[in-house]
């Protein structure tokens, strides 16, 4: 699947709960079998105790997210954030997808 980051000014209610406490929000370019657009999102309320999710809410939450020096782990944090909200949605990502090309 190919995919593309941009920033918007806010993010729409979660499809989950319907609570405004979306943090990160992601569409995939590519459809779903039917015909639908893919979309991600971390939820401050759905996602505090996920495995993985609740690890990343944590991070955003105690501002690990603005400091530079965190990065790498901010990285690891989300891609184990992507791969879980993937699979409860029965997609999972392609293998060397972060391999330089």
């Known amino acids: ?3 593309e980051t941009q920033r ?16 990160i929000s992601g569409q995939m370019l590519d459809l779903n079998a039917f015909g639908q657009q893919i979309v991600i999102q971390l939820c401050g309320i759905c996602d505090a105790d996920a495995p993985a999710g ?4 944590s991070f955003l939450r105690e ?9 790498r782990e901010f990285e690891e944090l989300a891609q184990a954030w ?13 293998p060397g997808f972060d391999q330089p090309r």
């Open 54 to 57: 609740g690890p990343l809410v």
């Open 8 to 23: 918007a000014p806010s993010l729409p209610p979660c499809t989950r709960c319907d609570a405004n406490r979306v943090i």
């Open 1 to 3: 699947m190919r995919h």
């Open 82 to 94: 992507q791969i879980e909200a993937m699979a409860a949605r029965g997609l999972m990502r392609m």
């Open 63 to 71: 501002g690990g997210g603005s400091a530079p020096e965190r990065m």
